[in-house]
């Protein structure tokens, strides 16, 4: 400790004001010395002398300065692999791998971790998917691993990153480098500026153990949402190895009830081949499915012998029937866009001869002399699209039904053809009166070259007021079909560029809608798209916007089922966001944007995540909607994961909704539990660590890097801003006053 001044002017300046202080003092006591010549006098003069000395004292603020030394040790990460590749036994080894890594690092063996706090700070974690902190007896307390999957790579970038610069000098792991998740360790050890010791726990099979036996569900393709009532295919991918050839039976579950079953040949001359089950589902719902082939005595890993994935299954109500000739390429590319359009439900009529309907869709299959049309099943109807049939393909009755059909609500729309128009068309007949047109035995199919563009009445009209397109851009049309005139509740919504003929015209008839498409070639829209400089897919925009104006509105859809949960996927991997969707509709005032949502999510390991969904824009994550109630997690754990939202307002619950979702694949860590040698041993060099097997991991102490740092403190200590001070120069200044009081001095 050592006293310095800490001039408040600097040097130069504080001295002089002292010495200006001083000055002045010395001349006023020199003009009145003869006065205070005396005892009394002397006595005044040296307590005015001591409070000036506090004055001077303060001016130049005397000080104290104590410098401390501290010596802090670097610290060691310590990292060891949890995941369930680390539960392997070994052949020959009667301890698990995680076993000896407990054993290596513990009193029971090589004490590793002991050793190294002897020479500095040692920090503990577990990792798997994720990285985290154990307390020092935290290994006691872990009986085996339990992680989902490997990601050696994450472990070190995020166990790095916790630390501060020059905190961390080496970091220590052990594992068996069955890596399959998160960062590239290699990647990751190049970019680190500290040494990784690696002790690789495990071995390698030799070529015997190789040809153990295994049968494996490679993987599941499969529709993850399904109409109800509409067939689907369920493709399992297989594999064997070790087996002779055989047939392996395959089933299907849904909800713990088998579906379907059949049969597959494997063994050593085909290891792979996949199976095909079709099923149909009849109720909407959210439903686990599994598929599994049995376990067989002696089998590497039982575990990779099923695999689970959720469906749902959804009945959109929005049915809508599709009637059409022979294959032609308009109803190729409509076909595609309907079928790619989760909010309706289509059905198909195909005329494949003159007395023959082939029946497609969700309908009971099957061909059919004439489609049935009648009053039943146009009322489950929302839309019905006729192709270019004619009016010779339905009965008068039927036509009838038609007309009455839009009347009644329903929307319909007539497309193009050589068969809608002219003499064999539906000029004169019922069907006649609803259309936007008036239909006549000339009408004529006509062949040229025509660009089109959005009509003026057209650009106000929903299906193109939020579409800013220059039409005019897209594909020319090369079929027209000329017809009468407009009737005068029609509204063209395209025309040709040259405005002289109508292309696409609607209209509202009775409670219902219809449209006329005066071309059969909408499909070059989507065959030229390339070559145009829209960045658009005119063809599927046409189309969706047109169906979603034909739909009765959301609300009136939606009044039966006040909540809906999506999730923007079915099957997720470890570590990747779920983004959860919901939609609440209040049946009396539309979508609900005030509500309460709430989403508990049900982890594979019963723990609960109360999530609270915020109204956002989710168009990222929905195809049809582009705002609604969202909330997002993160899964660690692999399994199913069970969610419900449940949405309240005004303090009342309005409803809830459930969906199932599949987090990985359970038997990731066994897939391959053979250690990985070759990735550890690059791990240590690109760091400039080292590369240990466990018989020599107690070398670790003596290669471990571990840096001193000598941290010097200084505390100063302001003697001059202490209470001593002011009471010291307040008692001198009151014993001066009252000394010349008494004395009556000057």
Known sequence: MHWFFDYPWGPALTWLVVFAVLAVLAVSFWTIRREIWSAQGMSVIGLRLLALAIVVFLLLQPQTKEVTSTVLKSHVAVLVDTSKSMSVRDSGRSKTRFEMAKEILTATGGDLLEKLKDKGNVDLYQFSTTLEEMPPDGLAQLEKPEGDSTGIGTALSDAVGSYGEAELTSVVILTDGRDNSGQDPIEVAKSLQLPVFVVGIGEVAQDEEREERDYAVESVVYDRRVIVNRKTDVQVNLSSFGFPMRVVPVSFYIDGHMEKSTEVSLGTQRPKNQGVMTYMPTVP????????????????????????????????????????????????????????NRNINLQAYLKITQVKTLILGSLDGGTTSKPPLDDAELAELKVVIIGDVGRNFF????????????????????????????????????????????????????????????????????????????????????????????????????????????????????????????????????????????????????????????LPKKSERRQARAVELFTDKDEYELNERVHLIVNVTDPERGVARDALVTCKVQTPDKKILTLDAQWSDISAYSASEREGYSTSFTPHKSGKYSITAIAEQDGAEIGRAEVSMVVGDPSLEFRNTNIDEELLKQLAARSEGKYYRPAEAGNIINDVVYQERKIE?????????????????????????????KRQLA
Do not use: C
Request: aromatic share 10%; no cysteine.
């Open 285 to 340: 719902g959210t439903y686990n499915m599994v598929v599994k082939i049995p376990v067989e005595e002696g089998e590497l890993d039982d575990q990779n012998n099923e695999k689970t994935f959720t469906v749902q299954v959804i009945d959109p109500v929005n049915r809508l029937l599709y009637i059409e000739n022979e294959p032609r390429w308009e109803a190729k590319f409509i076909n595609r866009e309907l079928n790619s």
């Open 395 to 550: 009965t008068d009755e039927q036509i009838m039904r038609l007309a009455k059909f839009v009347e009644s609500g329903g929307s319909l729309v007539l497309l193009g053809g050589k068969e809608n128009f002219g003499a064999g068309g539906f000029g004169g007949t019922p069907l006649a009166t609803v259309l936007p047109v008036v239909l006549t035995a000339g009408d004529e199919y006509l062949e040229a070259q025509n660009t089109v563009k959005v009509a003026a009445e057209g650009a106000a009209h929903p299906i193109f007021q939020n579409t800013q397109i220059d039409w005019s851009l897209a594909p020319p049309l090369n079929t027209l079909m000329t017809t009468g005139a407009l009737k005068a509740g029609a509204t063209t919504l395209l025309s040709t560029s040259d405005g002289r003929f109508p292309v696409v015209v609607v209209q509202n008839y009775g409670q219902g809608k219809a449209v006329v498409m005066l071309t059969d070639s909408t499909w070059k829209w989507k065959v030229g798209q390339a070559n145009t400089q829209l960045p658009h897919d005119l063809h599927k925009l046409f189309w969706a916007n047109l169906v979603e104006w034909l």
């Open 713 to 741: 403190e200084t505390v100063k200590h302001e003697v001059w801003n202490s209470w001593w001070v002011l009471i010291t120069f307040v008692a001198l200044m009151t014993s001066e006053w009252i000394m010349r009081k």
